[in-house]
Each structure stands twice: as structure tokens, then as C-alpha cells.
């Protein structure tokens, strides 16, 4: 059974900074390594992209975060991280990881991915 664990979240103050984590566990084909991602849903609007990244270390990032934020991923694929710098109250929001089992090449809808994680909440004050 394929897991997204998220951890990482916390509150800090705008300007700062937070490193999130997402690891992925019971993939056992490796299929759900092909596409992975970061959403965010802040109380009272919808979920959105956030970046997203394939296994040779393409990434894509939704307008906004580019230039603030790095989705990476470590040597095996199968954790991602985002760095997230210069953090402001509109980043405010649950962020949640995502994985697929189709390659990815542009930022996605979260539609168009199968596992999901939890969640890990970042509150970032004024």
C-alpha cells in the first residue's frame, strides 16, 4: 500500500524560512517515484499547486512560489522536499504531498494525481 508522509510544518514568522519532507513508502514497483508533488488549500479556497517534480529532476512551480520555494528529491526518488524561503501570512495553508504513477512535465491539478498524503500545516504570522 503505497504511503505520502509528510513532516516539516510549523509556524514561523514572515520572512523565514521551513523545509518540508515527504516520504514515500510501499511502492514496491516504483511507479508512484515517476511524478511527485507538493498542494497547498488555505481555509476558505481551494487547493493548488504548488511544484511538482519527476525522477531525472525536472521541476515546475506555480507563479508565486518560483523563486521562494525548491522542490528536490533525494538519490532513491522516493522523498522530496520543499525548501520554503522568504515565507509570507498568504503561505499560510496545509501543504500536502502527492505522487502518480505517470511521468510529469508541467505543474499539475491535483485531479491528476493518485496517492496523497496528510498534511503538515504552515502558519506563517505577519
Known amino acids: 500500500q503505497v504511503q505520502l508522509v509528510e513532516s516539516g510544518g510549523g509556524s514561523v514568522q514572515a520572512g523565514g524560512s521551513l523545509r518540508l519532507s515527504c516520504a514515500l513508502s510501499?511502492?514496491?514497483?516504483?511507479?508512484?517515484?515517476?511524478?511527485m508533488g507538493w498542494f497547498r488549500q488555505a481555509p476558505g479556497k481551494q487547493r493548488e499547486a504548488v511544484a511538482t517534480i519527476n525522477p531525472v529532476g525536472d521541476t515546475f512551480y506555480t507563479p508565486g512560489v518560483e523563486g521562494r520555494f525548491t522542490i528536490s528529491h533525494d538519490n532513491t526518488k522516493t522523498t522530496i522536499f520543499l525548501q520554503m524561503n522568504s515565507l509570507n501570512p498568504e503561505d499560510t495553508a496545509m501543504y500536502y504531498c502527492a505522487a502518480r504513477t505517470s511521468w510529469c512535465y508541467r505543474i499539475l491539478e491535483g485531479a491528476d494525481f493518485t496517492y496523497w498524503g496528510q498534511g503538515t500545516q504552515v502558519t506563517v504570522s505577519s
Open positions: 510501499g511502492n514496491h514497483d516504483g511507479s508512484a517515484k515517476r511524478c
